[in-house]
């Protein structure tokens, strides 16, 4: 079967990099542009490597008349929710911005599909959970409308130029390699699962708890974790559904499954043995009780079956990466 070419930008982050590990291991050639503002040379397991801002028009004009690529995946974007309320601009410029030219330039060039990064805060907070892809859209940072933008720009151009796109709305990313050689590292952390960890291997403080007055049976906040691989591979999925003919779309990526925050501390603590150092603090601002996905849609229409579906496993995976990484 004759093999592809993907561009991957923000392939050296930490969901990209586990797309370019996939698409690597079906022998794919993969094209990855990074600017390592947050990613990083050594997560990128194979394919060729450009240290380059997207967002440079003429950088992305010669790219496009130079190589040929059967589709784009778009991962690059600041994501840290509180700095996105005080430094909308940022954001609105990084994301939102940043994606136009993108888009600009692969139509002037006939390059698509494209499958975006999208997230579960473009929801806000939830009228009914699980949350499917018909539930309002009503985000409450710039960082979600940031992002909630871009789907509304992708479906515009997909009605005035027939420029294809899938967004997935990924709702919480967790996990690592299993192999252990690529896995989460942001800086600054701002995650459950990898500051838990840290702060058992002594790394970082105690874990602070945010919040145990929540309408949730625990009184803490409930998310579903889904894994990094099977992020990924809901990717390759998209981008063959594309093209092979299939239609434009919005999907949800999660497992269908809440855990409270207090539940992932006892599997970490399970998982690693050790307790989770922790103090109690108060709400985080603008974290929604509960959000918990209907991923139905991505199931039925590309065919996603997500491999790591236990919480134990999900963790295992991190903390082996969190050891191996230290
Ligand atoms: N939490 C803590 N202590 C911490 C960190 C997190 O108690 O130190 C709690 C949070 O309050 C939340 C849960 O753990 O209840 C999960 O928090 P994360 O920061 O790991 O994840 P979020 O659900 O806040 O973030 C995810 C995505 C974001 C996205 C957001 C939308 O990672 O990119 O959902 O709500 F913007």
């Known amino acids: 079967m004759k093999k592809s070419t993907f561009l991957v930008i923000g392939g050296a982050g930490y969901i990209g990099s586990h797309l370019v590990k996939a698409l690597i291991e079906q022998q794919e050639q993969v094209v990855i542009i990074d600017n390592l503002s947050a990613g990083s040379a ?28 059967d589709g784009v ?6 994501i840290v929710v509180s700095e996105s309320v005080k430094d909308p601009g940022k954001y609105y410029r990084a994301n939102t911005a940043a994606t136009l030219t993108l888009l600009e330039a692969m139509r002037d060039h006939k390059v ?30 710039p960082y979600g409308r940031s992002k909630l ?15 294809k796109y899938i967004a997935l709305r990924y709702f919480n990313a967790a996990g690592a390699d299993p192999q252990a050689r690529i896995g989460e590292s942001h800086d600054p952390e701002t995650h459950l699962i990898p500051l838990a960890l840290q702060a058992i291997s002594g790394k970082r403080p105690p874990l602070q708890l945010f919040g145990q007055d929540y309408a949730t049976p ?13 992020l ?12 092979n003919g299939g239609a434009s779309g919005i999907f949800n990526l999660g497992s269908n499954h809440g855990y409270s925050v207090n539940e992932v501390i006892q599997t970490a603590a399970r998982v690693t043995g050790k307790d989770v150092p922790l103090t109690y ?24 079956q997500p491999k790591y579906t236990d919480l134990n496993q999900i963790i295992e995976h991190a903390w082996a990466w969190e050891q191996a990484n230290s």
């Open 42 to 69: 050594s997560a990128v397991l194979g394919g060729e490597l450009i240290v380059h801002d997207f967002d440079d028009r003429e950088f992305l004009d010669n790219l496009f008349s130079s190589k040929h690529f």
């Open 73 to 78: 995946f778009h991962f690059a974007s600041q």
């Open 112 to 141: 698509g599909p494209l499958v975006f990064s999208s997230t579960a805060a473009v929801y806000g907070e939830p009228l009914y959970t699980p949350i499917d892809e018909q539930h309002p859209t009503n985000p409450l940072n």
């Open 149 to 163: 933008m871009v789907e509304h720009m992708l479906a515009d151009f997909a009605s005035a130029y027939n420029q």
């Open 218 to 230: 625990d009184g803490t906040c409930i998310r579903d974790y889904i894994h990094v691989d099977d």
């Open 232 to 243: 990924a591979s809901a990717h390759i999925l998209a981008i063959h559904h594309l093209n």
């Open 281 to 304: 603090a108060p709400r985080r601002p603008g974290d929604p009780a509960s959000l918990v996905a209907d991923a139905s849609l991505a199931k039925k229409t590309l065919g996603w």
